[in-house]
């Protein structure tokens, strides 16, 4: 993968290139943030440029024997552990087929993309015991091109103890020339000891110019169109890829949230309770993108109910909601809102009763929207 086809982290690509090119690489780096903002494609740019055999100035060439082994996911000291399904496949080789892919088909996926591809039941991923074995294994072994060795982690947070425990040693004291590359979307769940031994890579957000630039290109959308998902997705390229990919999706949020503020400023205790059940129906994800667009329209309005409406990034139906909308948010009742909803989608995540929560959720609203 080349430098140029990740989208934005311009200074992180800078920062890579002088460093390959200065020979002051660090063993070990943690490329710590979400899916969308590049993660595994910095990491896969990162060992392109390390093994290109005609470096240019700020890329690969793309064209060498060396960068083509690792766009094929073919490069012989190029090794990757990722999380499994133990009670299936105890190491990653067997799913090597399914990973490369993966990754060919669309580098930018989180661990539940990847569970659909791998599981039908989508049970939860891990690196085990047997995953960390696999890793020294290849390790131990002399490179076939007689310069670096590169070994990415994806998801490195699915490590168990185990594992990270036996591929501490190997992290403190490397064989030469032997690189780590650890991607992870939840540094904090990492053992202390893994963290202290990696150079840790904060990805932040893709800018809004570079990411709607790329809807332009990737997806085909009209530039104000990109711009107003830019904004909505905040910096992160998967979750506008999975918006745009599927707009009746996208239509779906809308007309939930809608819903929810129409039956909860109205208090129609019923409208509220069959509201709940219908979202409570929902995959977690979908929930999640539910709560994660709802926090976006209530930054919205307050944007709108204190800049003015022309500040707003937002689509025509949606615009046309919040000039009504808007006035209902304010400084009053804006950071309930927002520890209301993020509190949330920390609990969809960890599994709370879907109908309870939801329910609570419209109680809370419909508190909140009378104290404007």
Known sequence: MLFSQVVGQNEIKKKFVHEINEGKISHAQLF????????????????????????????????????LKVQDLQHPDLHFAFPTVLADNKMC???????????????????????????????????????SQEIL??????SYEGGYK????????????TCSNKILKILEEPPANTLFLLVTES?????????????????????????????????????????????????????????????????????LFMQMMRVSYKKDVLGM?????????????????????????????????????????????ELKFLKNFAPFITGNNIREFMKTFNDAHYHVERNANSSILFTQLCFQTMRYIHVA
Not at 150 to 161: G, K, Q, T
């Open 32 to 67: 710590a943030g979400k899916a969308g903002y590049g993660g595994l494609p910095l990491a896969l740019a990162f060992s392109q440029y390390l093994f290109c055999e005609n470096r240019k100035a700020d890329d690969s060439c793309g064209q060498c024997p060396s960068c």
């Open 137 to 142: 294994r290849k390790l131990s072994l002399k």
């Open 93 to 131: 080789d067997p799913l090597m087929g399914q990973w490369r892919e993966q990754v060919k088909e669309q580098p930018y996926f989180n661990q539940f993309d990847w569970i659909k591809r791998i599981d039908p039941k989508e049970r939860n991923p891990v690196l085990g015991t047997e995953h």
């Open 150 to 161: 590169v070994m990415i982690i994806w998801m490195a947070e699915a490590m168990n103890a």
């Open 187 to 255: 540094a904090e769940e990492l053992l202390i000891t893994i963290r202290s031994r990696t150079q840790i890579v904060r990805l932040s957000k893709i800018d809004v110019d570079d990411l709607a630039k790329e809807l332009v290109i990737r997806q085909g959308f009209m530039p104000k169109e990109a711009e107003t998902m830019a904004y909505f997705v905040e910096g992160d390229f998967l979750e506008a890829l999975h918006l745009s990919n599927n707009a009746e999706e996208k239509s779906n949020l809308t007309e």
């Open 273 to 317: 309770m069959k509201w709940a059940e219908s979202i409570a129906a929902e995959s977690k994800e979908n929930q999640k993108s539910y709560l994660v667009y709802a926090l976006h329209m209530m930054r919205q309005s307050i944007i709108g109910n204190y800049l003015g409406l022309e500040m707003i990034r937002a689509s025509e139906d």
